[in-house]
């Protein structure tokens, strides 16, 4: 029963990314000669969100639910909201900042889970690394395309 709500919380999460699509205004934004081509970020995420999964089922049967759980929650909502904020909204710079914030608490998952189990740990890490690598490809789409983000106030 446990694996199945820990299956259903990020299936959740993943849902976010087919209900905010690129579409046309991704298409037309200048991007890096670097950024991986469209049909990867399924292929990586889908292999991503199973870790995920296996390593919150992983926490939650050494120990309930507890801190490491609330992060692995936490870092699920900062997930979601990344799609909501760039592709709904297209807020590249508040989707830059929600990235700052996942990282934030996948290291905090790293660092909590790994007293808790090693695995769980380490099943974070390739997931740690692709949210890097896509808070550098936001930023330097932020800068590609100066249009496109908000003028500050002041």
Known sequence: MTLAIIVLLVFATASSGAIFKPGDWYA???RPDWT???WAFPVVWTALYIMIAFAGWLVVSAEGIGLVMVIWGAQL??????SWL???????????MDIG?????????IVTAGTVSLLAAALFV??????????????RMIRLNPG???ARAG
Do not use: C, K
Request: charge should be negative; avoid cysteine; aromatic fraction near 18%.
């Open 148 to 150: 496109q983000v908000p």
């Open 36 to 38: 991986p081509p469209n």
């Open 28 to 30: 037309s934004l200048e």
């Open 77 to 82: 909502l900062l997930n979601a909201a990344w």
């Open 126 to 139: 390739p997931y740690a690394i692709w949210v890097m690598t896509a808070g550098y490809l936001n930023y």
């Open 86 to 96: 760039f592709f709904g909204l297209h807020r590249m710079d508040l989707a830059l």
């Open 101 to 109: 914030a996942l990282l934030a608490s996948i290291f905090a998952f």
